[in-house]
C-alpha cells in the first residue's frame, strides 16, 4: 500500500502561480511512476502530468504543456506540479497518483482544490 497526501491548493488570480506537492509513505519502494490528475465539476478526470520515479522522464497534455512542471525529490518521497499562467479553466481538484509499474494508477490521494479566478 502506498499511502499519498497532496498539498498546496487554493485560489489565485489568472496568470499566477501555484506549487502543489504529494508525500507518499508507505511501500514507496513499488513506485514507478507518479501523475497528477484533476477533475472539475461536471467533467471526467483528466490527465495532468506523470513522472518516472526512476530516470525523471516527464510527460504533459497539451493543455498544460509549457505552463505546469512535474518534479520529485526521492529522499523526500514528494513529487510536485509547479503551475505558472493559471486559466480559470484549470480550476478543479487536483489528484495526485501512483502506480506500480505500466498500467492503470493504483493509489490516489484525497485531492486539493485549486480555483482560478478571472
Known amino acids: 500500500q502506498v499511502q499519498l497526501v497532496e498539498s498546496g491548493g487554493g485560489l489565485v488570480q489568472a496568470g499566477g502561480s501555484l506549487r502543489l506537492s504529494c508525500a507518499a509513505s508507505?511501500?514507496?519502494?513499488?513506485?514507478?511512476?507518479m501523475g497528477w490528475f484533476r477533475q472539475a465539476p461536471g467533467k471526467e478526470r483528466e490527465f495532468v502530468a506523470a513522472?518516472?520515479?526512476?530516470?525523471?522522464?516527464?510527460y504533459y497534455p497539451d493543455s498544460v504543456k509549457g505552463r505546469f512542471t512535474i518534479s520529485r525529490d526521492n529522499a523526500k518521497n514528494t513529487v510536485y506540479l509547479q503551475m505558472n499562467s493559471l486559466k480559470p479553466e484549470d480550476t478543479a481538484v487536483y489528484y495526485c497518483?501512483?502506480?506500480?509499474?505500466?498500467?492503470?494508477?493504483?493509489?490516489w490521494g484525497q485531492g486539493t482544490q485549486v480555483t482560478v479566478s478571472s
Open positions: 508507505g511501500r514507496t519502494d513499488i513506485i514507478y511512476s
Open positions: 513522472i518516472n520515479w526512476s530516470g525523471g522522464r516527464t
Open positions: 497518483a501512483t502506480r506500480k509499474g505500466l498500467g492503470d494508477y493504483n493509489y
